[in-house]
């Protein structure tokens, strides 16, 4: 009875994938390298798949290896993607390869992000966001989209915060669409409610325009670049990313290195 409830279980969620990726059953097999048949089997119940074939399927689905994971204990099997803590030996060499990063980004802010907008690892320039936050959204571990766009965070700073966090908002949404997640949908929703409704007007150009963010010494502006671990075989790792600051403008790249030589010790 164990061995056909995984098999239905596992076809259905299949069925469910294919659905969300709007693949057919055909399309499917044929990046999986099988036949429509034997993964009509598959999903219906009537054939047990080996675990090669549902490695190959999540692959061919575009799923986050913490999906495949799931999909292979579905399927009953073991899962083969480890999940490390960062501060585990295994990763190691990574965070520390990640803080030479951070470093070498100065005076220009720059953070590694985990699933959901937490903060694990930030340069000192990331203080220009921080900049008279309220103290509980600073509290670790700080989620820097809530920041970003919180009424109490850099919402007020923020001058084009209708366009710019809509941006944020779109990207968000477009993520939950192609991994669908209660909790993300609800952290959307929570992030939407600090944006203000603007209607796109005729020079909405449809992609992220420089940050315009009021600071103490000055406006700044800046752009955003998101590197991700597109081959790492480590859960934890594949779901972080870098998001690099830079400056939009000689201003701006003049007020961060201002604030950085403050910051240096006497």
Partial sequence: MGSTY???????????????RRISQLELAVR???????????????????????IRLAESLGLSLRERNSLLTTAGYAP???????????LRPVRTALEQILHGHLPYPALVIAPYGRVVAANDAVEVFTEDASPELLEPPVNMLRLMLHPKGMGPRVSNLDEWGRHVIENLRARALRSPDPRLDAFVDELAGYVPEAPVGPDHLGFSVPMRLASADGELRLITTLTSFA???????????LEAFLPADQATADLLRIRAERRRPS
């Fill in 80 to 90: 083969v993607f480890t999940e490390s803590g960062l501060d585990e030996a295994a």
């Fill in 32 to 54: 999986a390298g099988t036949t429509q048949r034997h993964l009509s089997f598959i999903e219906s119940g009537r054939s047990r798949p080996g675990r090669a074939i549902v």
């Fill in 6 to 20: 995984a098999q239905k279980s596992v076809g259905s969620e299949l069925k469910h994938w294919r659905a969300v």
């Fill in 231 to 241: 081959t790492a075989t480590d859960v934890t790792l594949a779901e972080l990313h």
